[in-house]
T-cell receptor, first 109, second 116 residues
Framework: GNSVTQMEGPVTLSEEAFLTINCTYT??????LFWYVQYPGEGLQLLLK?????DKGSNKGFEATYRKETTSFHLEKGSVQVSDSAVYFC????????FGTGTSLTVIP | NAGVTQTPKFQVLKTGQSMTLQCAQD?????MSWYRQDPGMGLRLIHY???????DQGEVPNGYNVSRSTTEDFPLRLLSAAPSQTSVYFC???????????????FGPGTRLTVT
């Protein structure tokens, strides 16, 4: 079947720290992979995507690389800001979307 | 351009009551869906629709009913509320690619439902 596993939270970092949120997936065929972000009190928004192996998605300083050999799509950012505090969801798309459990990130000044 | 709107924002029900969560979008999207978000379980798909008059079940459809009479609206009905349906409900919409929802789904702000 299709599923996404992402690292448990919550994660607390100081401003300008390096961020990694791990995500691995199980899927039939070759899914597209995504990171969505949910700011407090809002719905989810697309952060970045990658549609085939070795693609790198990037947006707002965040990056993730589609690694078929390790079935992973880890989210990274070199220097986090307070405004990055949110819940981050890894997801895959086949005929529908499958979301991970979400990782809460808090960035403190 | 309002995007995806959901009403109400908050709702408290007693066990056995019924209610309808409203969802509307103004982007002419074919695909609309309902998810529930529970702690430690992420988002799970309840029902979805690929166009007016067409609906199908997702991962957790029991206890919920949907219909799609127009492109814009996709209400979710709770037939007889149970405490296990306490959750945050999100409606989402997107274009339909032919094989699945398009890459960018647009989410509403959510409805927080408590069933006592």
């Amino acid at each position: 079947g299709n599923s996404v596993t992402q690292m448990e939270g919550p994660v607390t970092l100081s401003e300008e720290a390096f961020l990694t949120i791990n995500c691995t997936y199980t899927a039939t065929g070759y899914p597209s992979l995504f990171w969505y972000v949910q700011y407090p009190g809002e719905g989810l928004q697309l952060l970045l995507k990658a549609t085939k192996a070795d693609d790198k998605g990037s947006n707002k300083g965040f990056e993730a690389t589609y690694r078929k050999e390790t079935t992973s799509f880890h989210l990274e950012k070199g220097s986090v800001q307070v405004s990055d505090s949110a819940v981050y969801f890894c997801a895959l798309r086949r005929n529908q979307f499958y979301f991970g459990t979400g990782t809460s990130l808090t960035v403190i000044p | 351009n309002a995007g995806v709107t959901q009403t109400p924002k908050f709702q408290v029900l007693k066990t056995g009551q019924s209610m309808t969560l409203q969802c509307a979008q103004d982007m002419n999207h074919e695909y609309m869906s309902w998810y529930r978000q529970d702690p430690g379980m992420g988002l799970r798909l309840i029902h979805y629709s690929v166009g007016a008059g067409i609906t199908d079940q997702g991962e957790v459809p029991n206890g919920y009913n949907v219909s799609r009479s127009t492109t814009e609206d996709f209400p979710l009905r709770l037939l007889s509320a149970a405490p296990s349906q306490t959750s945050v409900y999100f409606c989402a919409s997107s274009y339909w690619s032919g094989t699945g929802p398009s890459y960018e789904q647009y989410f509403g702000p959510g409805t927080r439902l408590t069933v006592t």
